[in-house]
């Protein structure tokens, strides 16, 4: 079965700070990855597609890259805003695998 | 603006049988694949099922096979997750989510409806 394990679990940065966030995936996936945002309470929201593509309305602070099993998202400039848990998904013609999430925190 | 409103949620006891709906606007809903994702606070976010833009194919997570239906109406705009002889391990915040038009992972979710399993 397909994993994906995001690290690290939480993180606590500072507004300005750049942040980065992995996903590994047990096999490799070529591009077929997506970046959500979770905010408490709230359904998740897309950030990215296909490794590194920015989704419609998503501040040009957020972006991703990577292939094959190891991938990044990165915000350039931590805002207040982005206090969330984020999550990374492979995707594919059958079914959809999520990692266990990254809680970022604002200090 | 596509919007998912999900409804039907509630408190159902071992072995019962429940309804989820998820009314869809803001979009040609008979466009589109659909998937139920499932979210606890223990394993996280779960795939659950998910129906081709004309209800032809469905295909399910291993655990729920057998136990749940998906449906969907696109004459009402709504999918459908029909849940019978649920077990206590199905209590989760349900989201419909739509699938994204060419990739394949979800662009649109609505906002959840809980589901507690419990006697």
């Known amino acids: 079965d397909m994993q994906m394990t995001q690290s690290p679990t939480s993180l606590s940065a500072s507004v300005g700070d750049r942040v980065t966030i992995t996903c590994r995936a047990s096999?490799?996936?070529?591009?077929?990855l997506a970046w959500y945002q979770q905010r408490p309470g709230k359904a998740p929201n897309l950030l990215i597609y296909?490794?590194?593509s920015l989704a419609s309305g998503v501040p040009s602070r957020f972006s991703g890259s990577g292939s094959g099993t190891e991938f990044t998202l990165t915000i350039s400039s931590l805002q207040p805003d982005d206090s969330a848990t984020y999550y990374c998904?492979?995707?594919?013609?059958?079914?959809?695998?999520f990692g266990q999430g990254t809680k970022v925190e604002i200090k | 603006e596509v919007q998912l409103v999900e409804s039907g949620g509630g408190l159902v006891q071992p072995g019962g049988s429940l309804r989820l709906s998820c009314a869809a606007s803001?979009?040609?809903?008979?466009?589109?694949?659909m998937s139920w994702v499932r979210q606890t606070p223990g394993k996280g976010l779960e795939w659950v099922a998910k129906?081709?833009?004309?209800?032809?194919?469905?295909y399910y997570v291993d655990s729920v096979k057998g136990r749940f239906i998906i449906s969907r109406d696109n004459a009402k705009n709504s999918l459908y997750l029909e849940m019978s002889n649920v077990r206590p391990e199905d209590t989760a915040v349900y989201y419909c989510?739509?699938?994204?038009?060419?990739?394949?992972?979800?662009?649109?979710w609505g906002q959840g409806t809980l589901v507690t399993v419990s006697s």
């Open positions: 129906i081709k833009f004309d209800g032809s194919e469905r």
């Open positions: 096999q490799s996936i070529s591009t077929m």
């Open positions: 989510a739509r699938r994204g038009s060419g990739w394949w992972g979800a662009d649109y």
């Open positions: 803001g979009f040609t809903f008979s466009s589109y694949w």
């Open positions: 998904q492979h995707y594919n013609n059958y079914s959809w695998t």
């Open positions: 296909k490794a590194n």
